[in-house]
């Protein structure tokens, strides 16, 4: 049920971007792409319809946070957050078993956001900004609310689930955000039992389900790419392992037809 308490905060908010006028007046003198916005009503309109990948969406995402990091201007975070306003109520819905209390996730969330634009990178981020950004929320609020997070009902492990990630090449989009929190309980499960090891975990979350390049995932750590390229082709290779003794000695899973496709 759409919460009509945020609906207002949001029509309270664009009001007050929308006297921001300077703001968009300074951002078109410097890309002219963005003449086509004579508001800034306009622009979260536009922002708010189809997907990220988009090159002009990538120019005001680029624009904005640019500025951001330049004057450190509040009034810049409070676009952004109407800019992914939408996109936040949908990970609000979307991930709404992790908390109890729904007026108590919608501040996380918030805070979530802030903290990961506030530490944004706007000069190594140029394309699908939107989408970057949407995971890395995503990932931290998560990691988050992991301690007290688990995912109910594993009746029993079978491979099906992580084939996605197991096999997929690393451009790989988790458009269903329930499939993606599934398929993270499960390899919290193989964490917490054993088979993979925390680092092996986050490794696995950032560049396969999150979608994060391995280069910039071993980058951002200080990590060499190989070193970083040889633990996942471990850690991977302990999950496939898993599953096969599991059918060995329980034989209670049958294969699924694409299983021999894992980890390639």
């Known amino acids: 049920m759409r919460d009509y308490s945020r609906k207002r905060d949001y029509e309270d908010l664009r009001r007050q971007i929308e006297g921001y006028g300077e703001l968009l ?25 189809g997907t990220w990948d ?8 680029g624009l904005i946070l640019h500025a951001h990091k330049e004057d450190g201007d509040p009034r ?42 506030c530490n944004w ?17 995503t990932n931290l609020l998560y990691r988050t609310y992991e301690r007290k997070w688990r995912t ?12 996605e990630i197991a096999g ?4 790989t989009r988790f458009r269903n955000a329930e499939s993606e929190e599934h398929v993270i309980g499960k390899l919290a499960f193989l964490r917490d039992v054993g088979v993979i090891s925390e680092s092996d975990f986050l490794l ?23 070193r970083v390229k040889k633990q996942r082709q471990r850690a991977e290779s302990n999950i496939r392992d898993y599953f096969k003794r599991f059918q060995k000695n329980l034989g209670t899973l049958s294969p699924s037809p694409d299983s021999s496709a894992l980890f390639h």
């Not at 952004?80 to 306003?85: K, Q």
């Not at 990178?121 to 929320?137: L, M, N, P, T, Y």
């Not at 029993?156 to 992580?162: A, I, M, Y």
């Not at 997929?168 to 451009?171: G, K, L, V, Y």
């Open 25 to 49: 007046a300074q951002l078109r003198q410097k890309e002219s792409s963005l003449d086509c916005f004579d508001s800034w009503t306009d622009v979260l309109s536009y922002m708010h319809e």
């Open 204 to 226: 696995i979350i950032g560049t396969r389900v999150y979608d994060r390049a391995l280069a910039d995932f071993a980058r951002s750590r200080g990590l060499n790419y190989q």
């Open 76 to 117: 810049w975070r409070t676009i952004l957050l109407g800019v992914f306003w939408r996109n936040l109520e949908a990970l609000h819905y979307l991930k709404r078993r992790y908390d109890p209390d729904p007026k108590e996730f919608w501040p996380n969330i918030i805070w979530a956001f802030l903290q990961v634009i």
């Open 152 to 163: 109910p009902g594993l009746e029993f492990l079978d491979d099906k689930d992580l084939i």
């Open 168 to 171: 997929a090449a690393e451009d």
């Open 54 to 61: 988009v090159p002009l969406k990538d120019s005001v995402l």
């Open 121 to 137: 990178d706007a000069a190594r981020h140029r394309q699908e900004i939107g989408r970057k950004i949407h995971g890395d929320v």
